[in-house]
Every structure is written in structure tokens, then in C-alpha cells.
């Protein structure tokens, strides 16, 4: 196994299709995996980039654990997929200042040569939010969505967490399965009639939630046990291995 770190030896090359893949990994978890793998499968993607934010601006409240820890469970949570990359693309900057998602896109985007596909990857809650972000309505439009579902969540809900002046419509191929995965398809629309492919993973059913996992954590203060699982998710544990170990033995989420 190399001795670099992910984010090291990530190197783009002329066609390649890479998802960037933002959020607080407060901690990353099977969840996590399960849509980058599913994300991966059914649309080719060359690479997933798993870049833990610096500071979200609609959290003000922050992360429960800091930045170079979320780091470090990411890099423990992907170190067996040789697709997956920790990026540094939304660390925390020098001013203090929010991690915007339009501003990460457009930076890397503009570091991919030339014959790359760019895509942005999130679960359906940040994308009932993504009305809220900041210059929503330009996100589709820089890097194209893919968006995996949760029970629950239904497509009736779709158009509404859409920015303002966005818009679907159908798209030639609205659904096929890739490499066994369901995919759906859509074209959003902005008001200057520019179009960009929208995707949906209906058929994911993973429910985690990563404040339930800190809650559990914390129920579980003084526990002598190595292992952690809660309500069941497709019959395995909440977190990868290493990163449990990595949350006990540094007293996080206490």
C-alpha cells in the first residue's frame, strides 16, 4: 500500500469523469460509501473526491469534530477504494470565510484538463436545501447533479428544492440501470435556456444519520465494547471499521 495520502495521488487525466463529494463527514459512514459506490457504478466515474467542508454557511454551529479529524476518519473510511479521494478542495480557509459550493466547482473545474466531466454528488437532504446555497441556481450548471435518494423522500418533491429560475424537463434517456444500478435522468433548464443533465439514484434505501450516530456514541459513554451498530442498515454496522476505532480511541462525540 502506498505511503501517500489520497489526496496525494489523485492525478486527472484528459477524459476522465470525477464527482466532487462535499460534506461535513461528521463522521463518514456506510451511507457515505454506499452512494459514492452507487454514484461511481452508474455513471462510469472514474474517481469520487470526498471533501470534508471547513465552514458551512448554512451550519453556523459548526461540526462536532474538527477539521483534521473529519479528515482523517475520510481518508480511514476510503482507504479500500482505490476510486475514492480525500480532496482538500473545501478546507477551511485562511480568512475564516464559509465554503461556498459554486466557488469549489468552478476551482475545480478549472484544474481538470481539457475532455473531463465534472459532476456534483449529494443526498437528497442537502438537495431538498440546495434553493438555500449560495448562487443556487449556477451549482447544475457548473458541475451536473447526481443526487441520491433516502426513504422517504419522494419525486414529487423534486421540482420544489430546485434553485429559483430552474427548471426540468425530460431528458431523451429518463431512466436505465448502469452496472445494476437504477439511474434516472432529467435536463435542468436556467433563464437564459442553458441545459445540464440532472440525475437520480431512486433506488437507494440507505437511511444513516450521522447526528444519530454522535448520539449514540454519546448513550454509550463508558461502554468497554468494540463494536457499534444501531438500527440496522441492510444488516451492517453504521461505520466503517476503522473509523470506529478512530472515534473511540480519540474520545470523539463525548
Not at 67 to 90: G, K, V, Y
Not at 201 to 211: E, F, K, M
Amino acid at each position: 500500500m502506498s505511503d501517500l495520502a489520497p489526496e496525494a495521488r489523485f492525478q486527472p487525466s484528459s477524459g476522465r469523469r470525477v464527482a466532487f463529494f462535499g460534506g461535513s463527514f461528521d463522521p463518514p459512514h456506510l451511507g457515505h460509501l454506499a452512494v459514492a459506490r452507487a454514484a461511481r457504478a452508474a455513471l462510469g466515474l472514474d474517481a469520487v473526491l470526498f471533501a470534508p467542508v471547513g465552514a458551512q454557511p448554512l451550519k453556523p454551529a459548526g461540526t462536532a469534530a474538527g477539521f483534521d479529524e473529519r479528515m482523517a476518519m475520510t481518508r480511514l473510511a476510503i482507504a479500500s477504494e482505490p476510486e475514492f479521494f480525500l480532496s482538500l478542495a473545501d478546507a477551511p480557509r485562511p480568512s475564516g470565510a464559509p465554503n461556498y459550493t459554486i466557488e469549489t466547482l468552478l476551482n475545480l473545474r478549472a484544474e481538470l484538463p481539457p475532455g473531463s466531466a465534472l459532476f456534483c454528488l449529494m443526498g437528497a437532504d442537502s438537495f431538498s436545501a440546495l434553493r438555500l446555497w449560495h448562487r443556487a441556481a449556477e451549482i447544475p450548471f457548473a458541475a451536473p447533479l447526481i443526487v441520491a435518494s433516502r426513504p422517504g423522500w419522494r419525486l414529487d418533491d423534486l421540482p420544489s428544492a430546485l434553485p429559483e429560475g430552474v427548471t426540468l424537463e425530460s431528458s431523451p434517456e429518463p431512466g436505465r440501470l448502469g452496472a445494476g444500478v437504477k439511474l434516472r435522468s432529467w435536463l435542468l433548464v436556467n433563464r437564459t435556456e442553458e441545459r445540464a443533465p440532472f440525475y437520480l439514484l431512486p433506488g437507494l434505501h440507505v437511511d444513516i444519520s450521522a447526528s444519530e450516530i454522535r448520539a449514540q456514541i454519546r448513550a454509550e459513554i463508558g461502554s468497554q465494547h468494540r463494536s457499534f451498530s444501531g438500527p440496522p442498515a441492510a444488516g451492517d454496522a453504521l461505520l466503517p471499521a476503522a473509523v470506529l476505532d478512530y472515534i473511540l480511541s480519540r474520545k470523539l462525540y463525548r
